[in-house]
């Protein structure tokens, strides 16, 4: 257990619609990264956070956006969903910016589900 | 910016064995970390082994090894009496150690999936 929960686990949703996908990070992490894996594929950077502020941002699509919270857990809001928007979402997250040993934590994915 | 490169799509090992999957990277910078990341069939990614740039000695965990040739961006893994469970995708990974920067998110290679013969 890596300490970063992600909810919900499993989602399937139709074209058009909007989901909101949610992460907690490790207690005392302050950052948190967004990545995308498609069916396949690699990881792609969408986003990081770091203590509520945007720090970095990837490949992330206009539809796509985030936000960390004051109580430090974020969420990943992707609207107008389309087919090739299926795949999974990983949260991760790491003491701070580098950290001692630069370890990124991994929760255990969101799969979305476009139909 | 930096990349990471795994040009192995898919290997492949008997039980026992010993197998090396490659990775190598690009960057212009002196201070990082690596990273070797397993991703089995439950899609979670599971750290299997980390390097510190600045530390010339080879990083080992059990049965996993790496080999870091600073000089050569190159940082392969080694896998020992490989074990079915092994069986996975592997992924490569590079994280840059400068405080403050907004490039320290991690950077994946595109992954090498591994295969063990029983």
């Known amino acids: 257990d890596s300490g970063v929960t992600q909810t919900p686990k499993h989602l399937i949703t139709a074209t058009g619609q909007r989901v909101t996908l949610r992460c907690s990070p490790r207690s005392g992490d302050l950052s948190v990264y967004w990545y995308q894996q498609s069916l396949d594929q690699g990881l792609q950077f969408l986003i990081q956070?770091?203590?509520?502020?945007?720090?970095a941002k990837g490949n992330i699509l206009e539809r796509f956006s985030a936000q960390q919270f004051p109580d430090l857990h974020s969420e990943l809001n992707l609207s107008s969903l389309e087919l090739g928007d299926s795949a999974l979402y990983f949260c991760?997250?790491?003491?701070?910016?580098?950290?001692?040993?630069?370890?990124?934590?991994f929760g255990e994915g969101s799969r979305l589900t476009v139909l | 910016a930096q990349t990471v490169t795994q040009s192995q799509p898919e290997m492949s090992v008997q039980e026992a064995e010993t197998v090396t999957l490659s990775c190598t990277y690009d960057t212009s910078e002196s201070d990082y970390y690596l990273f070797w990341y397993k991703q089995p069939p439950s899609r979670q990614m599971i750290l299997v082994i980390r390097q510190e740039a600045y530390k010339q000695q080879n990083a080992t965990e059990n049965r996993f090894s790496v080999n870091f040739q600073k000089a050569a961006k190159s940082f392969s893994l080694k896998i020992s009496d490989s074990q079915l469970g092994d069986a996975a995708m592997y992924f490569c990974?590079?994280?840059?150690?400068?405080?403050?920067?907004?490039?320290?998110?991690?950077?994946f290679g595109t992954g090498t999936l591994l295969a063990v013969q029983p």
């Open positions: 990974a590079y994280r840059s150690a400068r405080y403050g920067g907004a490039t320290n998110k991690l950077i």
């Open positions: 991760a997250s790491s003491v701070g910016l580098a950290g001692v040993t630069g370890e990124l934590f």
């Open positions: 956070y770091y203590n509520g502020e945007e720090r």
